[in-house]
């Protein structure tokens, strides 16, 4: 003997299935944003190293020329160190910031640091950077620029 479902007994089962099919649709997409943000973090850290190298190459070892003060002057409108793209300031979510240290005019530049803030901060753990000359990588959590202070990446 079959029993019949009632209405009400349909309508909460049906209930507790869309709220289980809504609830496996948000846990996987917080892994893609979390895989999205671990993605866009692995390219910011790897367009450091790609700017730190370009920097390098510039100087070239002689202390008289000193590091290049702007992104657009290491890219293709300038010595064509790093792609037109790195060169913007702007690539995977990040924002880049080359900055030169302050020095006197027509003096090579000797120091220089890089900050790399996502655009659109997506997560309380997403990550912010900082390297400079040394090459070390450095990285916040917190909402603001990293610094030389800040713990390096491992």
């Given at each position: 003997m079959t029993q019949r479902l009632r209405p009400e007994m349909f309508l909460r089962i049906a209930v507790c299935v869309v709220a289980l099919v809504i609830t496996a649709s948000a846990l996987g997409s917080d892994q893609t944003i979390k895989d999205r943000l671990t993605s866009e973090e692995?390219?910011?850290?790897?367009?450091?190293?790609?700017?730190?190298?370009?920097?390098g190459t510039y100087w070239g070892g002689?202390?008289?020329?000193?590091?290049?003060?702007?992104?657009?002057?290491?890219?293709?409108?300038g010595e064509n160190l790093i792609d037109a793209v790195t060169a913007s300031g702007k690539k995977d979510g990040y924002l880049f910031l080359?900055?030169?240290?302050?020095?006197?005019?027509h003096m090579p530049i000797k120091h220089y640091t890089v900050t790399a803030r996502p655009i659109s901060r997506q997560s309380n753990e997403q990550r912010s950077f900082f390297t400079d000359e040394t090459g070390v990588i450095r990285f916040t959590t917190k909402n603001r620029e990293a610094t030389v202070k800040d713990p390096a990446i491992k």
């Open positions: 692995e390219s910011c850290v790897s367009t450091l190293r790609t700017i730190n190298v370009a920097e002689v202390d008289s020329r000193g590091y290049i003060g702007s992104l657009q002057k290491l890219g293709p409108s080359l900055k030169p240290e302050h020095r006197i005019k």
